[in-house]
């Protein structure tokens, strides 16, 4: 019967046939919107990346690295350009950085695509490869008022505060006024974070527009709010933790300042050496660490939509996720 199809049971799958056959989600599971366990997401996270580590490393780390680069030129280009411009000093800071969170925008619609396209192929069990990638401008007239729209609605203020200070000079009622702005929008900024933040995967999987996307987004991240914070808190720990020894040599090397003599030579020399061992450490631990979380908060989707997860003894030849007209 045509009822017995999950695609057309489960109004949060993506459009495209599934399968349970070498999956680990049950038919039950996959009727309707799910749930997720932290330490599930995160060891199936993990065993998907060990599975495929190079191919995971070399991916995410392009899309990091191209990331990177282009915002340093595009904010090297804002800078040069201001410099030229007869803008009072305060002016062109403030409007160089709201140029620079644009262009940010355009950056990330043309690349954070591709590379959910990609995990979305590994966390399926589907073929993956490095073209994935390259997929993201497919997605790109979507995904860039999306990006928009989720920026403004969770760091807007954050954004209009610095304008205003910016714009207005550094008095200390600017700085008091946007250090309490600040602090007040903290909670509203994570709740509205937690609710929409599948929306990119919801226009990438099902091919939603956005305001569908943000809906469809606070549906299926009902119940599982709470879960995702501690998946985000998670990764900020394990982030922070693979900077800590770079830290601890930054702050060696300003107690060396505070210390004459022999005392400082020796603060400065082994902040310096810390800094210049752990810094690789640190770069390795990324490159392990990101595509783990990608991979992690993809398998959290894919629960939360009761969609299959692939094993690892085990292929899924599924259809692709559809490219938007």
């Known amino acids: 019967m045509a009822t017995d199809d999950p695609s057309n049971l489960n109004p949060y799958a993506s459009p495209q046939a599934l399968s349970y056959e070498g999956t680990t989600v049950s038919r039950e599971a996959a009727l309707g919107r799910g749930t997720f366990l932290i330490g599930e997401v995160l060891a199936t996270g993990w065993r998907l990346f060990w599975a495929r580590k190079w191919v995971c490393i070399v991916g995410t780390f392009a899309v990091m690295v191209l990331y990177i680069a282009a915002t340093m030129s595009c904010t090297f280009g804002f800078v040069l350009l201001s410099s030229l411009l007869p803008l009072r000093p305060a002016v062109a800071m403030a409007s160089m950085n709201l140029v620079a969170q644009a262009a940010g925008w355009v950056i990330q619609a043309l690349l954070f695509p591709g590379l959910l396209v990609f995990y979305l192929a590994l966390t399926r069990g589907q073929p993956a490869s490095l073209n994935d990638l390259f997929s993201g401008p497919a997605y790109f007239l979507r995904a860039l008022p999306a990006l928009v729209v989720f920026a403004l609605l969770t760091g807007g203020p954050f954004l209009a505060l610095q304008f205003v200070n910016q714009a207005f000079g550094d008095s200390p009622m600017a700085v008091l006024a946007a250090a309490a702005g600040m602090i007040v929008w903290v909670v509203p900024m994570i709740v509205l974070a937690l609710l929409y933040s599948q929306y990119l995967f919801l226009i990438i999987d099902r091919g939603l527009r956005v305001r569908d996307s943000f809906r469809v987004s606070r549906e299926i991240t009902q119940g599982n709010r709470l879960r995702l914070l501690g998946l985000y808190l998670v990764m900020m720990l394990v982030y922070v933790f693979a900077f800590v020894p770079v830290a601890i040599g930054v702050g060696l090397m300003v107690a060396s300042t505070a210390v ?59 259809p692709r996720a559809p490219a938007l007209e």
Request: aromatic share 8%.
């Open 260 to 318: 004459s003599g022999t005392g400082g030579n020796v603060f400065m020399a082994t902040g310096a050496i810390l800094i210049l061992a752990s810094i690789p450490l640190a770069i390795a631990g990324i490159a392990v660490v990101a595509p783990w979380f990608g991979l992690a908060f993809t398998v959290a989707y894919l629960r939360m939509t009761g969609q299959p997860v692939a094993q690892l003894q085990a292929r899924i030849d599924l």
